[in-house]
């Protein structure tokens, strides 16, 4: 009885392998072209790169009246064009997908990485976004399991699939109750009671009523930047592996920070949110450069006119913005 026990487990364990590596041979160029179209150019690399940039929706955002269309990376190698430089960017990403899509190099590559840096990927609201599902569904097929084994658990959706409403409540519970930290007396503990309290006539008009604009914008601003980064944030995790994935393999790996608009922080929430930011910054550069890695700081590259988004929190620049940005990384870029 054991032997035949013994026997089908060697049997299915041979046919498992069999159907793997014809799955690898056949469909999964295929499937990953479709799921992770990132991933394949990351392993259809041309020959000789230099650089490859990845990024999100700041690289390849521009307004329609910029006297230059060119994206940040298309920017770096204008003032760099002896480096062959390769982008490849997608919405709303950030590096717990990118460290998949350099899983997917093969040993075609590249001398440097430039991997953008967004300060808002650690904060929770896009952490728990209803973005996540389509992102990490787009990297199922390329965990460290057997390929014919992820198209399965791809097939039967064995990823991350909460609902928007279930992410919300996470995000809300996260604002309600974890403590923000300052090394001196701060009168609110969590980022709710500070939005609640700048939501409460945090801004008056000259005759007395509230401002609903700045009011709505400020809450943008404690949302989206009052936060603490140490080592218990899950991007903390995502940035270590890339720096060590450049360690191994021997390529350059830059970390392009990017510019936020800290004055108008500054102007609508005040001096206690640009300490986060700036503190944050701090941790960010500390702790990479300790790890190898180049952090292009480019935190307060930007100034408050050349942001395209005047009622919200994101990285998109007019060309001077972009411009400024785009030099700071060639300035910094050592290849050779």
């Given at each position: 009885m054991a032997k035949k026990i013994a026997y089908k487990i060697l049997l299915l364990i041979v046919t498992?392998?069999?159907?793997?590596?014809?799955?690898?041979?056949?469909?999964?160029?295929?499937?990953?072209?479709?799921?992770?179209?990132c991933a394949y150019q990351c392993k259809h690399l041309p020959s000789g790169v230099d650089v490859v940039y990845f990024g999100e929706s700041s690289n390849f955002t521009v307004d329609g009246d910029d006297s230059t269309q060119l994206y940040i990376s298309e920017l770096v190698n204008h003032f760099?064009?002896?480096?062959?430089?390769?982008?490849?960017?997608t919405p709303a990403v950030h590096a717990g997908i990118y460290k998949y899509w350099l899983s997917a190099m093969n040993g075609n590559l590249p001398k440097a990485i430039l991997v953008t840096m967004n300060m808002r990927?650690?904060?929770?609201?896009?952490?728990?976004?209803?973005?996540?599902?389509?992102?990490?569904?787009?990297?199922?097929?390329?965990?460290?399991?057997p390929?014919?084994?992820?198209?399965?658990?791809?097939?039967?959706?064995?990823?991350e699939d909460k609902s928007v409403a279930e992410r919300d409540t996470i995000l809300q519970k996260e604002w309600r109750t974890k403590?923000?930290?300052?090394?001196?007396?701060?009168?609110?503990?969590?980022?709710?009671?500070?939005?609640?309290?700048t939501a409460n006539g945090g801004w008056l008009k000259a005759d007395g009523s509230w401002d609903f604009d700045k009011i709505?914008?400020?809450?943008?601003?404690?949302?989206?930047?009052?936060?603490?980064?140490?080592?218990?944030?899950?991007?903390?995790?995502d940035f270590d592996d890339i720096a060590q994935w450049g360690r191994e393999n021997k390529v350059k790996v830059y970390f392009n920070l990017l510019a936020e608009n800290v004055a108008q922080a500054d102007s609508l929430v005040g001096k206690d949110l640009v300490f986060l930011m700036k503190n944050n910054r701090d941790y960010l550069v500390d702790r990479?450069?300790?790890?190898d890695a180049i952090v292009i700081d480019n935190l307060e590259s930007v100034g408050i006119n050349d942001f395209l988004d005047k009622d919200w929190t994101t990285e998109h620049y007019n060309y001077k913005g972009r411009i400024a940005i785009a030099k700071k990384i060639v300035s910094k870029l050592n290849i050779k």
């Open positions: 498992l392998t069999a159907v793997n590596f014809l799955y690898q041979f056949t469909l999964y160029k295929t499937d990953v072209k479709k799921n992770a179209p760099a064009p002896h480096l062959k430089l390769v982008t490849i960017d990927s650690f904060d929770g609201a896009w952490i728990h976004s209803k973005l996540e599902t389509p992102l990490i569904r787009s990297v199922r097929l390329l965990k460290p399991t390929k014919i084994m992820n198209r399965f658990l791809l097939s039967v959706k064995n990823f403590q923000l930290k300052f090394p001196y007396p701060f009168k609110y503990k969590t980022v709710r009671e500070w939005d609640n309290a709505r914008l400020a809450a943008h601003y404690i949302k989206g930047y009052a936060f603490n980064i140490d080592e218990e944030n899950p991007r903390i995790k990479y450069t300790k790890m």
